[in-house]
């Protein structure tokens, strides 16, 4: 007995507590960061927005786009074709899932369980929370060669760092010093909530973006104009089985791919947005605006210091090291390389924070509600970088890398089941109590998995996972239909699944699917918004006698009648 009770004691220490007065309810499956927003939460106005679509602009991967499809023989007008019309779609598609967001305020953690049940939903979240622990550890490894960098700009030595470490060590000891300062320089960041966003990202998008302009002036106006990078022609591998058309296809495809993650949590959030086109406006701008000129001047850029130091530099920093010397240049060189150095770290830092760790937090929240909030789950997210060694996976497993930049083959086809659900078979209409409950939810469906997203799921990527292991494995002579299915695999994903789940949910419809709640029951709307809704506004006196019941009834589990909705 003395053992149970020191761990009944130990549970309700680390549990959540919500303000019942504001209705945060904590229980299995709600807490204060997974409830539907209410309006004094929403803070996010269209430069919160422009911030967030700037962090993932203004980033190195973003910088070196166009060298990728250089690479593979496109020239630079029809690799700059590639950005423009990919950042069209990546803000298209987001504005598709971000939608139920600005218009019910609730995240992709929430949002799921109407489409997969209250179950099913841990399939697309576990995904989700996969990808944001590797790809969290991989950017504190990415952020940790810039503070190398910043760290050699003032102590010139630090680059000639004695190496410590074994043979079996896939890293040197430098590397490894710039991971750690980055990962405890990030640490304090993630106490801060996503409504406190706005100055960081202003510090982010004015410290990189002026550093940007300012180097591309530095190397143009030292290299007196552009290198032969920027007149690259096309330059097709001879005897390559694809021509421009197909290269073209799989550039898009590789773009909007790379961003599909961002693109499943876009309405984690838009939820914060305080009105509609707030989110559109900074959306629009930064998505597709920033996104082309960040690709833009890395290419200037890249193509200035081809003139200056004889080769092609794209990997930033590589270049950054090269204009100081390693470090042996002058202090003026230093102290420049460290204000660009600092800026793309403090950008792939806070990148990093609010696209990993908080969406990994949201994610962990919604497994655990009782003891993971959003703070909890992206302190968790951050600690799993050691374990899962990042060092092992950038300097050992590069096949492995190439197969996480691939998982948009699996993520476009819950993309595309989202989209079908919501604005074809629910016509944009969420009953938003029943997403919180198992007893009497029309979201419970059968043992909490609406069977029908699985298949639909399945569909959406088995087509396009041939070209994806024959693309990594790097095989000679593939199929080449394999091949062409894999440049469109986005594409094919979300319309296969979305059109399955369709006709799925045609031949064995769940009733009632449009159906939303007579009273905002948790305060989530202004009296405008629940006009705009159709739902009375909210009443304190109604919202305590549902409080009420809820706990009376939290874990009943219930099972699905034979029309396939909950009673």
Known sequence: MGLRNRLASIDQKIRLRGNDEKHEQTDAWSNRDLIP???????????????????????????????????????????????????????????????????????????????????????PLSQRILLNFIWNAVQCWNGGRLVAVCLTAIWPSYARMKNTFGPDMPTTTDQFVGFVVFWFLSTPFLWLRPEKFKTPFIVVCVWCGVGMLAWMTWALSTAKGVGPLWHSGQSLPAGSPFGTSWLIMAGINQSIGSLAAGITNGSDFSRYSRNRRSYIYGTIASCVVTGVLVSLIGLVTAAAAQKIY??????????????????????????GVFFLAAGFAFTAMFENICGNSIAGGIDLAGLFPRYIDIRRGAIITFVAAWVVQPWQLINKATTFIAVLSSFSVFLA??????????YLLRKRRIRLSHLYRTHDSSYYFWKGVNWRAIPAWICGWAPTI????????????????????YYMAFLIGFFISALVFYALN??????????????????????????????APFDEDSINGVAAGRRSLDNIVIVEDGKGGGR
């Not at 990728?68 to 950005?83: C, E, K, N, R, W």
């Not at 004889?310 to 102290?335: F, I, K, Q, T």
């Not at 086809?413 to 919501?422: E, H, Q, V």
């Not at 041939?466 to 299915?485: A, C, H, M």
Request: charged share 15%; aromatic share 14%.
């Open 37 to 123: 927003l209410p309006p004094n939460r929403r803070t996010w106005g269209w430069f919160n927005y422009f911030g967030f679509w700037a962090i993932a602009s203004l980033n190195l991967a973003n910088w070196q786009t166009p060298s990728t499809y250089l690479t593979m023989g496109l020239s630079v007008p029809q690799a700059m074709l590639i950005i423009v019309i990919s950042r069209i779609l990546i803000a298209l598609f987001s504005t598709l899932i971000a939608w139920i967001g600005l218009k019910w305020h609730i995240g992709f953690t929430v949002q799921n369980r109407y489409s997969w049940g209250m179950k099913g939903s841990w399939i």
């Open 310 to 335: 004889g080769e092609v530099y794209w990997n930033p920093p590589d270049l950054l090291m090269r204009m100081m010397d390693n470090g042996n240049g002058s202090s003026r060189s230093r102290a």
């Open 413 to 422: 086809p819950i993309i595309g089941i989202m989209a079908c659900d919501y």
């Open 466 to 485: 041939g070209g994806l292991v024959v693309t990594v494995r790097r095989d000679l002579n593939p199929p080449k239909s394999l091949v062409e299915l």
């Open 506 to 535: 045609m031949l064995f419809p769940v009733y009632n699917m449009d159906q939303i709640d007579d009273t905002d029951l948790y305060g989530t709307f202004t009296e405008a918004e629940a006009r705009r809704v159709g739902v």
